[in-house]
């Protein structure tokens, strides 16, 4: 079974700071990995994912992840955060096998502050 | 750019009313979902549906669920009787694909029972 655990429910940066939001994974096979953003009153909106392709991956506004897989980690990073990146980020797994029906599994979320 | 639809953006029904929820989903998608989120907590799969058929459902997906693409362009999730706990944002999904590929949201509807 797959399971995402984001390791802190909220995290407060300055603005023009790095961003750091952690996710561990569990999945028994090749997992496909995705960040989504939620802004309020909005829907969820994909940052970036990783298919086993590059480990380093690069998603919109700035943002990026790296899979490692010998860490189990996919956290997501960004350079110099933004007033507008204020938001609540989550870590998503989708798994492969035989019963693979597209289900995203949801970590819990981390809510991301940005002080001016 | 194209974008899935959700309608209602917020429902307030009465215990043990039946409700439904609908989405407009992108429309060469293949693969719809349903998830919800209850306030505090994290997004939980509900259901995925593809060629006319569920293909896979959670525990909380029980009888007093169900879904329907009545008309090729909407997909809709009934609640036959809803519970005080049923009070959610319910997002719909869209995906050209599966497991690789992006799910697209919508921006949820809000449901309230009282």
């Known amino acids: 079974a797959q399971s995402v655990t984001q390791l802190d429910s909220h995290v407060s940066v300055s603005e023009g700071t790095p961003v750091l939001l952690r996710c561990n994974y569990s999945s028994s096979y090749s997992p496909s990995l995705f960040w989504y953003v939620q802004h309020p009153n909005k829907g969820l909106q994909l940052l970036l994912k990783?298919?086993?392709?590059?480990?380093l991956v690069k998603g919109i506004n700035g943002f990026e992840a790296e899979f490692k897989k010998s860490e189990t980690s996919f956290h997501l990073t960004k350079p110099s955060a933004h007033m507008s990146d204020a938001a609540e980020y989550f870590c998503v797994v989708s798994g492969r096998g035989s019963s693979n029906t597209g289900k995203l599994i949801f970590g819990q979320g981390t809510t991301l502050q940005v002080k001016p | 750019e194209p974008e899935v639809t959700q309608t209602p953006s917020h429902q307030v029904t009465q215990m043990g009313q039946e409700v439904i929820l609908r989405c407009v989903p992108i429309?060469?998608?293949?693969?719809f979902y349903w998830y919800r989120q209850i306030l505090g907590q994290k997004v939980e799969f509900l259901v995925s549906?593809?060629?006319?058929?569920?293909?896979?459902k959670s525990e909380i997906f029980d009888d007093q669920f169900s879904v329907e693409r009545p008309d090729g362009s909407n997909f809709t999730l009934k609640i036959r009787s809803t519970k005080l706990e049923d009070s959610a944002m319910y997002f719909c999904a869209s995906s050209v694909g599966q497991g690789l590929s992006e799910a697209f949201f919508g921006q949820g509807t809000r449901l309230t029972v009282v």
């Open positions: 990783y298919t086993s392709a590059a480990t």
């Open positions: 429309s060469n998608h293949l693969y």
């Open positions: 549906f593809y060629n006319n058929e569920i293909s896979e």
